[in-house]
């Protein structure tokens, strides 16, 4: 107590008034005129305490101050004569983080307000932990996945193109990555990350923090000459490891490429990896290699969405047919048979000869909000019969198998009937105003096909998501004219793909008001009613 | 051949220890709101003073019925139970977790009236046997 003094604040030099502090001299004390701190104690609630008292005696010449250490008493029968309790009367100083006990201390303080008693006092906090443990796991999408040795690396680049392999592979994350390694030819053989054990050595999780595990299979392995040919190997059992032959170092990773198959539960069932082997030669400092990873859900095909649930602008357009005889075989998936092998609806795509005849039936897939337009230059020769030419024409501009439905949502699973557009086909002709009777004996081709694709705002309005509402397949024919023979003409074939914004404008939606249900009790007016 | 003034003993101990007992529980309540009085200590200040209000009834209830019937069996019994009331009062004295002056004036007395009460039975049951 003796040392205790509230208002020394100035540190080695004298403060003003302040009867306690250390760094005044005899001189100092003279000049004041009170002590602003006469007494300085232990806690008061003590039955007996020291105490020190300042105090400035006035009467000699010139002033001095007076200290005096007494045993100050409490009178009050409730002081308190004893504690066997530490942290009773004084602040407690607070623990200093370490590794082990930080998690417990940002529990504690880590929010906006302390909790009233530290949860060391608190038993329950041992009930958590045991809980979660009856809690399945699950991942979820972006969580990275986890190995019997940390995470699924997939190496990329990090700042500089150099290969960095502290990247996780997130759950559902579909990543394709490529990077620079340097490597050395004499150690080929020990640089783990050119081998192939370094990328299915460790076995997954299945769900994290569990010990099911999942080990990571060799689908293919493709072997890459110096002067890029990929050849595939029949056996995918073996394990190549990095060896040097003459002076090439062969057998050296150079692309691995993940499929992890998933449950809708979360839980990851299989896992595989496809390698590419290639050989370096000894001048070479650096390799190349590309990673990637996607995920499959079992039971389902790889139907690569175009937005989740919206479209999103610049993927393809997902179209497909609805089977026979629906709805009875509802098994069946409307993707079977496809415009393309993807499922998209495709127009014609124009190619450089501009001879529509010509044309190789290349076609190209319709992305969303792109409006394309494309054609081809038709000539006719009087030797041209009509029939065979329109049926030509009609597989030129719709393709060998043109679409009856289009997917509403970039997402939509061919099960869900509901979530498909049908395509209203049109049919209009160029000469509408001619005489009626030269529509009969004269040949209609078909010149152009338009497709409207109309399509809302849906959802939020933070969010908005693209859906598709109507698609409208309009074919212009026109008149084809007899020529006489020797002459021919050349008319323009065109199609095109126009998308239109129908959205309404968004909707403010309210809550209703919360009405008062107060009902007065059944026989409230009893001898009344 | 009962002991008249170990009677009297019993009967101002029994009104002694209701005091005691309120007084004892309501420091606890002052304490715990005056003071930072955490439930890990508590806890058991409380149960060890239920235990004591539990032996202090039977050991008057035996004290006196041996004295009155002139039996030492109970009488030794409550002897017995004399020395656990004692600890606990040393433990309500000195090992409380906040032992305040008034604490300490009622145990001292309780103590007092225990030796008192300790000194007078071994005599009456010296009385009872020979």
């Known amino acids: ?529 | 051949l009962s002991s008249v003034p170990l009677q009297i003993l019993f009967y101002i101990n029994g009104f002694y220890y209701i005091f005691y007992f309120l007084a004892t529980l309501a420091m606890i309540v002052y304490k715990s709101q005056v003071f930072s009085y955490p439930d890990d200590f508590l806890t058991p200040d409380l149960a060890l003073l239920f235990i004591m209000a539990v032996l202090e009834v039977l050991r008057l209830y035996l004290g006196s019925k041996g004295n009155l019937t002139e039996e030492e069996a109970p009488l030794g019994l409550s002897l017995v139970i004399t020395v656990g009331s004692v600890i606990l009062s040393v433990y309500f004295l000195i090992w409380q977790t906040y032992v305040l002056k008034a604490d300490v004036i009622i145990n001292a007395v309780l103590l007092f009236t225990y030796g008192l009460e300790s000194v007078l039975q071994v005599l009456a049951i010296a009385t009872f046997v020979g």
């Open chain 1, 1 to 529: 107590v003796a040392k205790l003094c509230t208002c020394d604040l100035l540190v080695a030099q004298c403060d003003v008034n302040c009867c306690c502090d250390p760094d005044c001299s005899a001189a100092d004390f003279s000049l004041f005129t009170t002590c602003s701190v006469p007494i300085v104690t232990g806690d008061s609630r003590l039955c007996s305490q020291k105490a020190a008292i300042y105090s400035l005696d006035v009467e000699a010449n010139p002033p001095e101050r007076v200290f005096k250490l007494i045993d100050q008493v409490n009178p009050s029968v409730f002081c308190i004569h004893a504690t066997n309790y530490k942290q009773a009367l004084s602040f407690s100083s607070p623990e200093m983080p370490t590794s082990e006990n930080f998690d417990q201390l940002l529990k504690q303080f880590g929010s906006a307000a302390f909790s009233a008693e530290p949860d060391s006092w608190n038993i329950d906090s041992d009930t958590p932990n045991s809980s979660d443990a009856n809690e399945t796991y699950r991942y979820e999408y972006g969580v990275p996945i986890q190995t019997m040795d940390g995470f699924l690396r997939l190496p990329s680049p990090v700042v500089s193109s150099w290969c960095s392999d502290a990247n996780p592979a997130g759950f559902l994350v579909n990543q394709a990555t490529k990077c620079i390694r340097s490597v050395s030819t004499e150690k080929c053989g020990n640089i783990q990350a050119v081998s192939m054990l370094f990328y299915i050595s460790s076995s997954i999780l299945a769900v994290p923090k569990s010990s099911q595990m999942v080990n990571i299979t060799v689908q293919s392995i493709v072997l890459q000459s110096l002067n890029g040919m990929r050849t595939l190997l029949n056996s995918n059992d073996v394990l190549r490891h990095p060896m040097i032959l003459d002076e090439l170092c062969i057998n050296i990773v150079l692309g691995v490429s993940y499929h992890i198959t998933y449950t809708d539960a979360g839980q990851i069932i299989e896992a595989a990896a496809s390698f590419v082997l290639g050989a370096i030669n000894k001048e070479a400092l650096s390799v190349q290699q590309s990673f990637e990873i996607s995920f499959t859900q079992v039971n389902t095909k790889p139907v690569p969405l175009s937005g989740n649930p919206g479209y999103v602008v610049g993927l393809p357009v997902r179209a497909g047919f609805k089977p026979q005889g629906y709805p009875f075989p509802i098994a069946v998936l409307l993707s079977a048979l496809n415009t393309n092998k993807y499922g998209q609806l495709t127009i014609l795509q124009s190619t450089s000869n501009q001879d529509c005849l010509e044309a190789q039936g290349g076609r190209t897939p319709v992305l969303f909000g792109y409006n394309m337009i494309s054609g081809c230059k038709l000539r006719i020769t009087a030797a041209m019969k009509c029939q065979p030419l329109t049926q030509a024409l009609l597989d030129l501009l719709k393709g060998q198998s043109f679409p009856e439905y289009v997917a509403s949502f970039g997402n939509s699973q061919a099960q869900d009937v509901l979530d498909w557009v049908p395509i209203t086909h049109l049919h209009t002709s160029e000469q509408t105003m001619r005489i009626y009777n030269t529509f009969q004996s004269s040949c209609q081709i078909p010149v152009s096909l338009e497709i409207e694709v109309k399509w809302t705002k849906y959802g939020s309005l933070v969010n908005p998501q693209a859906r598709i509402v109507n698609v409208t397949a309009t074919t212009t024919t026109t008149t084809l004219k007899q020529l006489a023979s020797g002459r021919e003409r050349t008319i323009p074939i065109t199609s095109s793909v126009v998308f239109t914004d129908i959205s309404s404008p968004a909707e403010p939606g309210y809550k209703a008001w919360p009405t008062i249900n107060a009902k007065l009790p059944f026989d409230f007016f009893f001898p009344f009613v």
